[in-house]
């Protein structure tokens, strides 16, 4: 088996009960990620998703496990891995620019004042945004309009690794399906890899290849890999007809609603590698592995 | 009828309230007698005498204007012009501010960073911060031997408090995503103090500037009375012991028109790094 691009191994999370003892959030965590593939991650509050993100960020450290992405292993944070913060992160004394201009100056030090410029603003552009709010502070725009921003502040410095935390989960529902349809856009012209959290369903059956599945907390773990048959390009009207949508669907709301909980606890395996699930309905000749929870 | 703005209301109101009081003080201050007016027995006892009272508002204007129409003039150690005597003022506060300021607002830094150096400076400014500043000034004036040193040492101990405490407490708040914004944009440490802790901390830190140049401001005149030499605080005593309460009242008017000055320019500065989440 070859190694992937990224990959995470035996990854685990304790923390001091304030008992004396210790609480496992997870435990032996190991699972893969090929170059430019777009992977979601669910699972219920409380499972250890944002530990997860933190780590592969470098932002926070495991407590045992490590983390290898292109033949390295991540050790604080780099400008190699890019974050989306659910609370967007913008610096409020920045204008829009300034926020995207101060991080592609931080990564192309040596390019000029003039081409930091332009391709700052080539990305504001390529997320939805005109000129003419440019110059607003973060204050001065609407919550989906500052998201842009930090996505295309994400998108400029070309980040090995994109990371977005709950990216939408502060938007309201209307403006999240125009800024899933321009993040779609973007990251289809760039072969960017993507890891993000979400609690949306149908967000990560749009956005994904692939989406990972944590059982609860405690002792959780990534207990399946569940690939989107469902072709690209995708849009949010026309996929909901696709005959895998809802089989898809309705095995990740058996997954939340039932099963993540009965797969709590700890286990004996030295190393918890999620099952891969495909679930094709268009494809009947195949016979389909693993259990169709339908 | 057509609604006035709130502003211009304010300012009627405001003007009205000035006449009223100018009236009423100007009122309740008894005239003198004429000498024609007393009788045998009065001048005889002295009544004919100018007693000396608080002045009309009327002849306070007459000193602003005299005053202020030559206010640099320097007739010797006892006779200067108000101009100067502010000036002096104005020197030592600032001396001793920006002195405060350039060990104030780095060792906040260092305080809001580090858990351990706040933990370990904190009794020390809590048993210093509430010592009157004019207690040192016997200690300073033994220690510095110079009167004019002294009078800025106080200024300078005066005004760090709430800039250090002020800038520690800006830096310790700063909001951990930005913190994060900076460390995954690999900014090194000075980069990440100046780019993202400063601008964001800079509202608390420029708060904490403008509490202390108020209270060095207060400082200040109390000071310069201790000792004396030159300088508004100076004035105000000096005038005092010449029992001219004309110049009292009109430099106790400019003490207030400086430090609301003064008070203004941070007020600019604040608006300038201030910012909205």
């Excluded at chain 1, 502060?170 to 899933?180: E, P």
């Amino acid at each position: 088996m070859t190694t992937p691009f990224l990959s995470v191994e035996r990854l685990s999370q304790r923390y001091p009960d304030g008992e004396g003892g210790t609480t496992t959030i997870f435990e032996n965590a190991s699972f893969g990620i090929e170059r430019g593939e777009f992977v979601v991650i669910l699972g219920h509050s409380g499972c250890g998703k944002s530990t997860i993100m933190n780590i592969l960020a470098g932002l926070a450290e495991a407590s045992e496990g490590v983390v290898i992405m292109d033949g390295k292993e991540v050790s604080g944070p780099s400008l190699d891995r890019g974050v989306v913060f659910q609370n967007y992160s913008l610096l409020p004394w920045l204008s829009a620019l300034k926020n995207v201009t101060f991080a592609v100056a931080a990564r192309y030090p040596d390019w000029s004042k003039d081409q930091v410029l332009s391709h700052s603003k080539k990305h504001l552009e390529m997320v939805g945004l005109s000129a003419d709010v440019f110059n607003r502070k973060p204050s001065q725009l609407s919550g989906g309009m500052r998201q842009r921003v930090s996505i295309a502040r994400a998108f400029s410095i070309s980040p090995k690794l994109l990371l977005l935390d709950e990216p939408f989960g502060a938007l309201d529902a209307l403006t999240r399906g125009t800024i899933q349809d321009e993040l779609l856009k973007v990251w289809a012209g760039t072969n960017q890899t993507v890891f993000m959290i979400t609690h949306d369903i149908d967000e990560a059956i749009l956005l994904a290849d692939r989406i990972l599945l944590m059982s609860n907390g405690p002792y959780a773990r990534v207990a399946e890999s569940v690939e989107i048959t469902i072709p690209r390009p995708r849009n949010r009207i026309e996929i909901v007809e696709h005959p895998n949508y809802y089989a898809i669907r309705n095995h990740l709301v058996q997954f939340l609603g039932k099963r993540s909980k009965e797969l709590a606890g700890p286990t004996d395996a030295a190393e918890n590698r999620p099952v891969t699930v495909r679930i094709d309905k268009t494809a009947p000749a195949a016979p389909s592995p693993k259990k169709l929870a339908v | 009828m057509t609604e006035m703005s709130v502003n211009k209301r304010a300012a009627i109101l405001s003007f009205i309230l000035l006449f009223a009081g100018l009236l009423l003080w100007e009122a309740v201050i008894p005239a003198q007698k004429a000498a024609g007016e007393l009788t045998e027995y009065e001048r005889l006892t002295g009544g004919g005498a100018q007693k000396a009272g608080v002045p009309p508002p009327s002849q306070v204007l007459e000193k602003a204007w005299e005053q202020l129409s030559n206010p640099f003039y320097d007739a010797g150690p006892n006779d200067k012009g108000i101009g100067i005597q502010i000036g002096y003022s104005i020197y030592r506060v600032l001396a001793g501010y920006v002195l405060a300021a350039l060990i104030a607002i780095p060792l906040g830094f260092l305080i809001g960073m580090s858990p351990v150096a706040y933990k370990a400076l904190n009794p020390f400014i809590q048993v210093l911060r509430p010592i009157s500043p004019l207690a040192w000034m016997p200690l300073a004036l033994f220690i510095i031997q110079d009167s004019e040193a002294s009078a800025i040492f106080v200024i300078f101990i005066c005004s760090i408090w709430p800039m250090l405490i002020n800038t520690a407490f800006g830096v310790a708040g700063v909001r951990k995503d930005w913190v994060n914004v900076a460390r995954t944009h690999e900014l090194g440490a000075l980069r990440t103090a100046f780019t993202v802790i400063l601008p964001a901390a800079a509202p608390t830190i420029v708060t904490g500037m403008r509490i202390s140049i108020g209270i060095a401001w207060l400082v200040i005149v109390a000071a310069e009375m201790l000792v004396g030499g030159t300088g508004i605080g100076y004035y105000v005593w000096n005038e005092w012991n010449n029992l001219d309460l004309t110049s009292v009242i009109f430099s106790i008017l400019m003490i207030g028109v400086v430090g609301m000055a003064l008070d203004a320019m941070f007020g600019v500065l604040q608006r300038f790094v201030v910012y909205s989440e």
